[in-house]
Structure formats: structure tokens, C-alpha cells
């Protein structure tokens, strides 16, 4: 099964959710065929739709002056960082595909990150019983949130590369604030060539999923997405 890949680099946050939903009616229309998008924000949050705005704990006037954007989407879960040096996916993927199966979607995106650590840099990964997520020990790695519209899917997962680990101390992350986070910058003790972990992220998405990655430019992305 062939999955549309595009590396978008630095891309807002708006611009970004209204390429996903241009690409997820395309893909409800069956006119495109599966898309995984990756790239990075600039320094922003979100509140999931059933978030609690007290897990934003940094001062409004102190985000504002740090050009802080926060969002409130359609997405499960709680209030979520992204920034530079995160590698954020959205994959618009119709899980008529895939059995019609959410539980077993998230545990592929799981499994895609615990896959990778462990097999690229030995770093033993898991899930958390009680957090979606993959999790090193009681520290969260890789986020996921999702949203589902007529069995496809949006918005996706966010794996802590180079991030700044300082910037989510502006927020109990996913609305949990007895656990940390981390990041492969932290763990392995240097900086991480970004493109290869792309790469990385590409091959263990795909075995995770069983499809043939198809890679695209932007400027392609874009004329197909309308």
C-alpha cells in the first residue's frame, strides 16, 4: 500500500492544520491516497478539546513576548509544545485501510518510535499503561494526538529530537504534572542530525504500518493538496 511522504521543514502552525484538512477531504473523497506529512513549528501549544487552560502555567504576557502561539483544536488530549528540533507527523491516513481499528493505530504510531530507538540507538522505549505516548522510563518522549473524521485521520505525534526541554516547563505537559519529558538530544548527549532521523522516522512508520513510502516535494504537496 503506497503512503504519500512530504518533508515540509519550518511550517506555522495555521498553515499547517489548514493543510491537513484540505489533504483529509481529499482523502475522504478517496481522490488521494494515504499522506504522512513531517516537519517543525515555531514555538507553540495546544489545547485538545477537552484540555484544561490551567495546564498552561507560564503567564500569557510572558508567552506573547517569547512569539508563543497557542491554538485550541480538534484533537484528543491535553495541552501539547511543539517546536524546533521536534519532529511533528500528521498523517491523514483512512483507517478503512487498517480494519477500522484506533486502538491499533495509536499502538503502530507507538510502535514506530519504540521500534526506532531501540533498533537505531538502543534506547529501551515503552508505552504507559495509564498515557498514550512512548515513554523512556516515567519520561515522555513522543506525544500523540489524534482526531478521526469519517474514519480518517488527523494531527498525529511529536518526537522530542534537539527540542528545548525548557520550554515545557510552560505547561504540565498533556495535562500530566507528576512525569517529565525527554528527548534523544538528552538521552544520547549530543545534538541529532535531523534528517536522519527523518529518515528513521520513514522506515519504522512504514513497517509499523506495512506501506511503500512514495516521497514528494513540497511544491507537489501543495498543487495536489488544492
Same mark, same amino acid.
Given at each position: 500500500?503506497?503512503?504519500?511522504?512530504?518533508?515540509?521543514?519550518?511550517?506555522?502552525?495555521?498553515?499547517?492544520? !489548514?493543510?491537513?484538512?484540505?489533504?483529509?477531504?481529499?482523502?475522504?473523497? *478517496? $481522490?488521494?491516497?494515504?499522506?504522512?506529512?513531517?516537519?517543525?513549528?515555531?514555538?507553540?501549544?495546544?489545547?485538545?478539546?477537552?484540555?484544561?487552560?490551567?495546564?498552561?502555567?507560564?503567564? #500569557?504576557?510572558?508567552?506573547?513576548?517569547?512569539?508563543?502561539?497557542?491554538?485550541?483544536?480538534?484533537?484528543?488530549?491535553?495541552?501539547?509544545?511543539? *517546536?524546533?528540533?521536534?519532529?511533528? *507527523?500528521?498523517?491523514?491516513?483512512?483507517?478503512?485501510?487498517?480494519?477500522?481499528?484506533?486502538?491499533?493505530?495509536?499502538?503502530?504510531?507507538?510502535?514506530?518510535? &519504540? #521500534?526506532?530507538?531501540?533498533?537505531?540507538?538502543?534506547?529501551?522505549?515503552?508505552?504507559?499503561?495509564?498515557?498514550?505516548?512512548?515513554?523512556?522510563?516515567?519520561?515522555? &518522549? $513522543?506525544?500523540?494526538?489524534?482526531?478521526?473524521?469519517?474514519?480518517? $485521520?488527523? !494531527?498525529?505525534?511529536?518526537?522530542?529530537?534537539?527540542?528545548?526541554?525548557?520550554?515545557?516547563?510552560?505547561? !504540565?505537559?498533556? *495535562?500530566?504534572?507528576?512525569?517529565?519529558?525527554?528527548?534523544?538530544?538528552?538521552?544520547?548527549?549530543?545534538?541529532?542530525?535531523?534528517?536522519?532521523? !527523518?529518515? #528513521?522516522?520513514?522506515?519504522?512508520?512504514?513497517?509499523?504500518?506495512?506501506?511503500?513510502?512514495? &516521497? &514528494?516535494?513540497?511544491? $507537489?504537496?501543495?498543487?495536489?493538496?488544492?
Amino acid at each position: 500500500m503506497p503512503l504519500t511522504v512530504s518533508l515540509l521543514g519550518t511550517i506555522d502552525y495555521q498553515e499547517a492544520l !489548514h493543510l491537513q484538512e484540505r489533504l483529509l477531504k481529499l482523502r475522504q473523497q *478517496g $481522490t488521494i491516497n494515504d499522506v504522512l506529512l513531517l516537519l517543525e513549528h515555531p514555538p507553540t501549544l495546544t489545547l485538545g478539546l477537552k484540555a484544561d487552560g490551567s495546564n498552561i502555567i507560564a503567564p #500569557q504576557e510572558a508567552l506573547k513576548a517569547r512569539g508563543v502561539q497557542v491554538f485550541k483544536v480538534n484533537r484528543g488530549g491535553d495541552v501539547t509544545y511543539h *517546536g524546533p528540533g521536534q519532529i511533528v *507527523g500528521y498523517p491523514i491516513l483512512d483507517l478503512k485501510g487498517f480494519g477500522r481499528d484506533v486502538p491499533g493505530y495509536f499502538r503502530r504510531i507507538e510502535e514506530t518510535f &519504540i #521500534q526506532l530507538m531501540q533498533k537505531e540507538y538502543g534506547i529501551q522505549a515503552g508505552r504507559n499503561a495509564k498515557y498514550p505516548g512512548v515513554w523512556v522510563g516515567d519520561d515522555k &518522549i $513522543t506525544a500523540i494526538g489524534c482526531s478521526l473524521k469519517r474514519w480518517v $485521520t488527523m !494531527h498525529g505525534f511529536a518526537f522530542n529530537v534537539n527540542t528545548d526541554l525548557d520550554h515545557f516547563q510552560w505547561i !504540565h505537559p498533556c *495535562g500530566i504534572s507528576d512525569k517529565g519529558v525527554t528527548s534523544l538530544h538528552k538521552i544520547v548527549g549530543c545534538p541529532q542530525n535531523l534528517a536522519v532521523v !527523518h529518515e #528513521q522516522v520513514i522506515k519504522y512508520f512504514c513497517a509499523a504500518f506495512d506501506v511503500e513510502p512514495q &516521497i &514528494i516535494d513540497t511544491e $507537489t504537496l501543495f498543487q495536489m493538496a488544492g
